[in-house]
């Protein structure tokens, strides 16, 4: 089983940066996709960002394309999101995920691990 520690958040003024990191506690994760995913107070979680196993290939949402880039290290089983231009509505608590199938590496519903979560706030 592959456990998934984020670290990073904290609080930002708008226009500001934070580099999130999640760290997969096996050595396999080199052949998962990974994802980072996002739920603010009542609302439902949502796709961020995405990288397939070799990193050749990324995903982002249309709100934080040209903000956020996703990017990974497999030889320290970590993955990435550095987030520049922060803006309030970017305030929530932040998933990292695993996603051993790689169908579609934006959907919720396909990956099999998922972190505890890391809480960037951004103040206006």
């Known amino acids: 089983q592959v456990q998934l520690v984020e670290s990073g958040g904290g609080l930002v003024q708008a226009g500001g940066s934070l580099r999130l990191t999640c760290t997969a506690s096996?050595?396999?994760?080199?052949?998962?996709?990974m994802g980072w995913f996002r739920q603010s107070p009542g609302k439902e979680r949502e796709f961020v960002a995405a990288?397939?196993?070799?990193?050749?290939?990324?995903y982002y949402a249309d709100s934080v394309l040209g903000r956020f880039t996703i990017s990974r290290d497999n030889a320290k089983n970590t993955v990435y999101l550095q987030m520049n231009s922060l803006k309030p509505e970017d305030t929530a608590n932040y998933y990292c995920?695993?996603?051993?199938?790689?169908?579609?590496?934006?959907?919720?519903?396909?990956?099999?691990?998922w972190g505890q979560g890391t809480q960037v706030t951004v103040s206006s």
């Open positions: 995920a695993a996603n051993r199938q790689q169908f579609d590496l934006t959907s919720e519903a396909e990956n099999d691990y």
């Open positions: 096996e050595r396999t994760f080199r052949w998962y996709g």
């Open positions: 990288i397939n196993w070799s990193g050749r290939s990324t």
